[in-house]
């Protein structure tokens, strides 16, 4: 099949997906982007940007597109010859959490609600994110004065699926390489934005510095111009833990670190999936996650109780023994870095094969 993949938004995840799907798929894949900036713009302007510079739509047997788009002016605008279209959502502007100065924009709300509605097929990357956007969406609803479309609900829902995100590492079995036990490497390797809590993070790397427990540092993760003051005062503060400090360009590079890494902490308070811990976990890390989002979901239930964390006094009581004992969590790296395989992409786009074959 002919595929065009349109991306309104092609940075972080967004652009994980786009590239990992047109890699492993066996249709012939189109991927037209733009790039990941101004993205209140992208949901009211890329459909316009798409329109002008595809001039023939006819030509494809199906399009994807992500959740950062106004689909109802593409297809209003695309008219006739319009293929199958298929909607992915990373994120929702209905549940995403806004930084203490923010106000939610509740029209791109609805911009998300009938993109939905519109899609010939819905994807969600996690149980989690889907039952999410329909809660917040029927309470959206709920809140207009009158001729409330309450049955656009139960339209959404009968189109849609989940299907986690691939992420780029191989089946089989991994080598984990030898890590450091003296001082064992926190990875974080999260966006350096509000969402993802560095305040609670460094919160408790200090408390683990004012007990001289000993660690290294890796401070990965997409950052853009403006980002978290904590994380220049974090530079000054760990200066003697921190061995990489800043995004690493190279996807080598970045295998490497986490490669090192011996713990990967999230204290996120948005996550719809976690692709950089599926990556860290399969590379060797163990995780310490918050019992909430999307971790649950991700990590088999039969771990729960020793990598998901209730509360900040649970994440400093599990990271400090992960520290200093962390031999004995070596049989646990073995058994997660294993269960992580089934996101592969060569496994994960089978289940994208069968939904496109299905919706044509």
């Not at 207009?144 to 849609?160: A, H, L, N, S, V």
């Not at 699926?161 to 036990?181: A, H, N, S």
């Not at 400090?320 to 004992?325: A, F, I, T, W």
């Amino acid at each position: 099949m002919k595929i065009l993949f349109l991306e309104p938004f092609f940075g972080g995840s967004h652009k994980d997906f786009a590239l990992g799907f047109k890699a492993h798929s066996c249709h012939d894949v189109t991927l037209v982007t733009l790039p990941d900036r101004f993205w209140k713009w992208r949901m009211r302007g890329a459909a316009l940007y798409f329109i002008n510079h595809i001039k023939d739509f006819s030509v494809f047997d199906a399009i994807i597109v992500t959740d950062m788009f106004d689909l109802t002016d593409f297809i209003s605008l695309a008219g006739i010859g319009l293929p199958p279209v298929l909607m992915y959502f990373h994120e929702n502007q209905l549940s995403y959490p806004l930084a203490p100065d923010e106000k939610r924009d509740l029209h791109l709300g609805f911009t998300n609600i009938i993109s939905a509605f519109a899609a010939d097929k819905v994807l969600f990357n996690s149980k989690f994110h889907f039952n999410d956007f329909m809660t917040s969406a029927s309470r959206l609803i709920k809140k207009m004065p009158d001729f409330r479309p309450g049955w656009m609900i139960k339209q959404i829902r009968e189109k849609t699926q989940v299907v986690y995100p691939g992420c780029r590492f191989e089946t089989g079995v991994i080598d984990l390489k030898e890590r450091d036990v003296k001082a064992p490497l926190i990875i974080w390797n999260h966006r350096w934005e509000y969402d993802k809590n560095p305040e609670f993070f460094f919160d408790a790397l200090s408390a683990l510095k004012e007990k001289n427990i000993s660690f290294s540092l890796a401070l990965l993760g997409e950052k853009y111009d403006i980002f978290p003051d904590i994380f220049k005062k974090a530079k000054e503060k760990f200066k003697e833990e921190i061995l990489v400090y800043g995004y690493v360009e190279s996807r080598n590079e970045y295998v490497n670190w986490l490669k090192k890494g011996a713990i990967v902490v999230s204290c996120a308070i948005q996550e719809n999936f976690g692709i950089s811990v599926v990556e860290s976990v399969r590379f060797g890390c163990i995780p310490l996650l918050p019992d909430r989002l999307s971790y649950p979901e991700i990590i088999p239930a039969e771990f729960h109780s020793k990598v998901l964390y209730q509360t900040k006094q649970d994440l400093l009581k599990k990271l400090q023994d992960m520290l200093v004992n962390y031999q004995d969590y070596l049989p646990l790296q073995k058994k997660l870095s294993i269960k992580m395989e089934q996101f592969s992409w060569e496994i994960i786009v089978k289940l994208y094969e069968n939904i496109l074959k299905k919706s044509l």
